[in-house]
């Protein structure tokens, strides 16, 4: 709360440091803002920077940190009563104090005697440091704010080069934000690799990448954990590589073919609906194609070779017959399909810009030398634009890999080494899934091993959307 | 065959004329030439928006003909008609006769994919195919089925290189990508590209403007050259281009022709005041 006020004195203070700067330039200048060297806003502006930006990172840098210089200091001088509890104990003591000084999640220990007098006196001392800190820091970023104004006021003149110090300050807030995305990407990826690391010190990294079997555990009690499971991931990225090759085996065509429609037949009036449906159908949820693959496709599919095999059954394919007789609702084939549904406005659209970015004097040559439009396609235009499509078209392998909704509602979850695409099979990032999700202890090699799927998932998209970029590129370059 | 009805493209004789002598026709008199191409009240919409009005020109065989006149006159407009290259403009409507050998080529029997390895044409942009210098000359006769073998098509490839005057430079390197030639190389690469489906006529739209004045010298030359055998129609920008390579000009004027006739007619002795200006420069 009192934060809060303090930000708003602080934009207030700032916006008078902006209007009072302009004012004295301007007066300086004898109201003629020719004189100046930069513009009366630019002083304004300037005066605003060197109010609140030095106060505004203080608050930020408390707002990061202040909790744990709290807990620092709590911890300053132990009673006897906590010294004496093991470290684990202690941890729990002083986060029930924590809580109940700001109101969080307090464990069910009850303290009494020596340790609930402890816990009230530190209580009390939570609460005094709590309220120490905020005052001193307000304290501070008022100063901070009247030192910024002292020191940027006295620069401020006709000839003081304001324009350049704040496209300086204004690069500067650019470079923090996209330290701050880079810092971000950079934490998720090192955390990846951190319980991977843990998992693989449960269970040997070979073991992982070539084993055949994959079959965690369940943990019924924590002590029970991982002693046999199986921990061979190769049926997972079998059941990924399947799944993705039906679905781009459908994709690929149907979008490709669409989007060579779009750009080289279509009419603009067509043009205007289509495209703008495509991207709409980009749009829907994977969730929707999940089950729309689950309860219409599934169904269908598996009526389609339940009949089949009946007529096969007594006849030369009799155990063909059998087998087709018993498929399932889920199948590799129908959450391929499905997905290869999900990925035609991708590919399309996609597909659609690059071959926009075709030079129209290549068509206009073509056709002049009495080439039909689809000569000119194939001969000409296909060629031009073939680096770009593979790049849309791993841009899309890379979402088939990493797509989870479909496969976790129509493909099973049965892990299997097959490349039968009527059998059920799942994927890595259904494994992910159904190993994350419920209770679960966080530190069993069972759970653990989701990140290592996780950092293995990781670094095959990354590869694929590397070479896609690069293929995209080149092929820039080739008309720039 | 359809004379022009164009009034100034009248029966007109100068005595400093070579224009006649190139045509064939004895110097006593000198009619308006039988045109290879010829246009007769060709009008051209672009959706509701008319580019050209009632144009009437008459091209002959063996002979330069030049259209010039300010920008967006129609001339590369009345180019496209030619070829029926409007056809593949979205909302361009084309109407008017345009004989060809006396056939209407706007008939709707006649298939512009046909036509078009009749009438080839330059650009004003050198738009080589992202292919060899080999497969860009060799793309016509593939896809027309001139060539039965691949020593057929690799003489054809050979002579119309040699035709563009391009051969010496690229002999040793055929399977170069064509977009590694200079912007000179280019415009004659795809000129060759043109006359290697041996076309009637050759239609180019300000074939030179990109390129530096060495290289338009030899595009000129080029032309110069290729007049013994095409009928060639030329849009140019420039003057004294128009008067070196041309034996007819037509002088373009907001979609409409104000004048044509022999090329040192026209800059010796323009009857319309416009014409008048725009070769001096007074405007456009
Ligand atoms: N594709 C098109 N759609 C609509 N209008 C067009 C199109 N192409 C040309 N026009 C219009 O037709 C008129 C004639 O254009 P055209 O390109 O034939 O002129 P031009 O004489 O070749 O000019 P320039 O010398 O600048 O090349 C112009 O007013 C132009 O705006
Ligand atoms: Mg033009």
């Given at each position: 709360?009192?934060?809060?006020?303090?930000?708003?004195?602080?934009?207030?203070?700032?916006?008078?440091?902006?209007?009072?700067?302009?004012?004295?330039?301007?007066?300086?200048?004898?109201?003629?803002?020719?004189?100046?060297?930069?513009?009366?806003?630019?002083?304004?502006?300037?005066?605003?920077?060197?109010?609140?930006a030095p106060a505004i990172i203080l608050l930020l840098l408390v707002g990061m940190l202040g909790a744990q210089v709290e807990e620092l200091i709590l911890r300053g001088e132990p009673p006897a009563a906590v010294s004496a509890l093991p470290a684990s104990t202690q941890d729990v003591f002083y986060n029930d104090v924590v809580a109940t000084a700001t109101g969080g999640q307090v464990s069910q220990t009850v303290y009494d005697g020596a340790l609930g007098d402890a816990f009230a006196a530190k209580l009390a001392q939570a609460h005094e440091i709590h309220r120490n800190l905020i005052t001193g820091v307000l304290a501070a970023a008022l100063l901070m704010a009247l030192a910024g104004a002292a020191i940027a006021w006295p620069r401020l003149s006709a000839d003081f080069a304001a324009r350049p110090r704040v496209e300086r300050w204004v690069a500067a807030l650019f470079l923090a934000c996209s330290v701050v995305a880079v810092l971000t990407t950079l934490g998720i990826v090192a955390s990846l690799v951190w319980e991977s690391w843990r998992f693989f010190q449960a269970v040997p990294i070979f073991d992982f990448l070539f084993g055949l079997t994959w079959d965690p555990q369940i943990a019924i009690r924590a002590d029970q954990v991982a002693s046999s499971g199986a921990f061979g991931a190769v049926p997972l990225f079998m059941g990924t590589f399947l799944i993705m090759m039906i679905a781009m085996t459908v994709a690929a065509p149907v979008g490709l073919f669409a989007?060579?429609?779009?750009?080289?037949?279509?009419?603009?009036?067509?043009?205007?609906?289509?495209?703008?449906?495509?991207?709409?159908?980009?749009?829907?949820?994977?969730?929707?194609?999940?089950?729309?693959?689950?309860?219409?496709?599934?169904?269908?599919?598996?009526?389609?070779?339940?009949?089949?095999?009946?007529?096969?059954?007594?006849?030369?394919?009799?155990?063909?017959?059998?087998?087709?007789?018993?498929?399932?609702?889920?199948?590799?084939?129908?959450?391929?399909?499905?997905?290869?549904?999900?990925?035609?406005?991708?590919?399309?659209?996609?597909?659609?810009?690059?071959?926009?970015?075709?030079?129209?004097?290549?068509?206009?040559?073509?056709?002049?030398?009495?080439?039909?439009?689809?000569?000119?396609?194939?001969?000409?235009?296909?060629?031009?634009?073939?680096?770009?499509?593979?790049?849309?078209?791993?841009?899309?392998?890379?979402?088939?890999?990493?797509?989870?909704?479909?496969?976790?509602?129509?493909?099973?979850?049965?892990?299997?080494?097959?490349?039968?695409?009527?059998?059920?099979?799942?994927?890595?990032?259904?494994?992910?899934?159904?190993?994350?999700?419920?209770?679960?202890?966080?530190?069993?090699?069972?759970?653990?091993?989701?990140?290592?799927?996780?950092?293995?998932?990781?670094?095959?998209?990354?590869?694929?959307?590397?070479?896609?970029?690069?293929?995209?590129?080149?092929?820039?370059?080739?008309?720039? | 065959m359809t004379l022009s009805t164009n009034p100034s493209s009248s029966l007109k004789m100068t005595a400093q004329s070579d224009d006649a002598l190139a045509a064939g026709l004895s110097a006593a008199a000198r009619p308006v030439p039988v045109g290879k191409v010829s246009a007769s009240d060709v009008s051209v919409f672009y959706g509701d928006k008319q580019a050209l009005f009632d144009v009437s020109l008459e091209m002959p065989d063996r002979m330069v003909t030049a259209l010039i006149g300010p920008s967006g006159c129609g001339k590369s407009t009345f180019l496209r008609c030619i070829n029926r290259m409007n056809d593949t403009i979205p909302g361009a409507r084309v109407e008017g006769r345009i004989m060809l050998e006396g056939e209407n080529i706007n008939d709707r029997g006649v298939d512009p994919v046909l036509l078009r390895a009749r009438v080839g044409m330059v650009f004003q942009k050198p738009n080589p195919f992202p292919k060899s210098i080999f497969e860009n000359v060799a793309y016509g006769p593939r896809i027309h089925g001139f060539a039965d073998n691949k020593a057929e098509l690799a003489d054809i490839v050979e002579s119309s290189l040699k035709r563009a005057g391009l051969w010496k430079e690229v002999a040793d390197r055929l399977q170069a990508p064509g977009t590694s030639l200079s912007g000179g190389q280019q415009q004659r690469l795809v000129i060759a590209r043109a006359i290697a489906v041996s076309p009637e006529v050759i239609l180019m739209d300000e074939p030179c403007s990109a390129l530096d004045p060495i290289a338009t010298a030899k595009i000129e030359e080029l032309i110069d050259d290729l007049r013994s055998q095409y009928c060639i129609i030329m849009v140019t920008h420039s003057m004294a281009q128009a008067a070196r390579v041309s034996q007819r000009t037509a002088f373009f004027h907001m979609g409409a022709v104000i004048e044509a006739g022999a090329t040192d007619e026209i800059f010796t002795n323009p009857r319309d005041s416009r014409t008048q200006d725009y070769i001096t420069g007074r405007f456009g």
């Open positions: 709360m009192l934060i809060w006020i303090a930000l708003l004195g602080l934009i207030l203070f700032s916006v008078t440091a902006y209007t009072a700067g302009r004012r004295k330039v301007l007066s300086a200048a004898g109201g003629r803002s020719r004189l100046l060297h930069s513009l009366p806003g630019y002083h304004g502006a300037y005066l605003a920077l060197w109010t609140a989007a060579i429609y779009l750009s080289e037949y279509a009419g603009p009036s067509v043009r205007a609906v289509v495209k703008p449906l495509l991207e709409i159908l980009a749009g829907i949820p994977t969730v929707v194609y999940g089950f729309f693959a689950a309860l219409t496709v599934g169904p269908l599919f598996r009526g389609f070779f339940n009949d089949i095999g009946a007529q096969l059954i007594g006849g030369p394919f009799d155990s063909l017959g059998l087998y087709l007789m018993q498929v399932q609702n889920q199948m590799a084939l129908v959450a391929g399909a499905v997905m290869g549904i999900m990925l035609i406005p991708f590919v399309s659209s996609l597909s659609d810009d690059i071959l926009n970015a075709v030079p129209q004097s290549l068509r206009d040559g073509s056709l002049a030398m009495g080439a039909t439009r689809s000569e000119t396609i194939t001969r000409v235009i296909m060629p031009a634009a073939l680096p770009g499509v593979m790049g849309a078209l791993m841009l899309a392998v890379s979402r088939a890999v990493g797509e989870t909704m479909i496969v976790t509602m129509a493909a099973g979850l049965q892990a299997r080494a097959t490349i039968n695409p009527l059998d059920t099979v799942t994927t890595v990032t259904v494994q992910i899934v159904t190993l994350l999700t419920g209770d679960q202890e966080f530190d069993s090699p069972k759970t653990l091993s989701a990140f290592g799927l996780g950092l293995t998932l990781f670094l095959i998209t990354l590869m694929l959307n590397i070479i896609a970029l690069r293929i995209v590129q080149r092929y820039r370059e080739q008309y720039d | -």
